[in-house]
C-alpha cells in the first residue's frame, strides 16, 4: 500500500473534504460535517452532561460545504 504524507493537518482535512465532494470547505467544521461540542446537552436545548460531544455542524448541517448547506434539522423538527 502506498504512503501518503501531509505537509499539514490542513492538507489532510482538504484531502478529506475534496473526497466527500466539498469545493468551499465550512469554517466551522473545516469540510467534515461534524464538530466537537463542549458540552453533552442536546442540541434542543435539554440538560445533557458535562463532558464532549460530537454532533453535526451547526454552520453547514453536515454537508461540510460552505455554500452548499443540507437542511436545518431544526427546522424540519419544527415543520
Known amino acids: 500500500m502506498a504512503e501518503i504524507n501531509f505537509k499539514s493537518t490542513e492538507d489532510f482535512y482538504l484531502e478529506v473534504a475534496s473526497l466527500r465532494g ?3 470547505p465550512c469554517k466551522e467544521c473545516a469540510g467534515l460535517g461534524v ?17 464532549l460531544t460530537s454532533g453535526v ?7 461540510g460545504d460552505e455554500h452548499r448547506k443540507w437542511p436545518s434539522h431544526r427546522l424540519l423538527v419544527k415543520g
Not at 35 to 51: E, F, L, P, V
Not at 57 to 63: A, E, I, L, P, V
Open 57 to 63: 455542524c451547526d454552520k453547514c448541517w453536515g454537508s
Open 35 to 51: 464538530k466537537t461540542y463542549g458540552s453533552t446537552a442536546t442540541w434542543r436545548g435539554g440538560i445533557g452532561g458535562q463532558s
Open 22 to 24: 466539498v469545493d468551499t
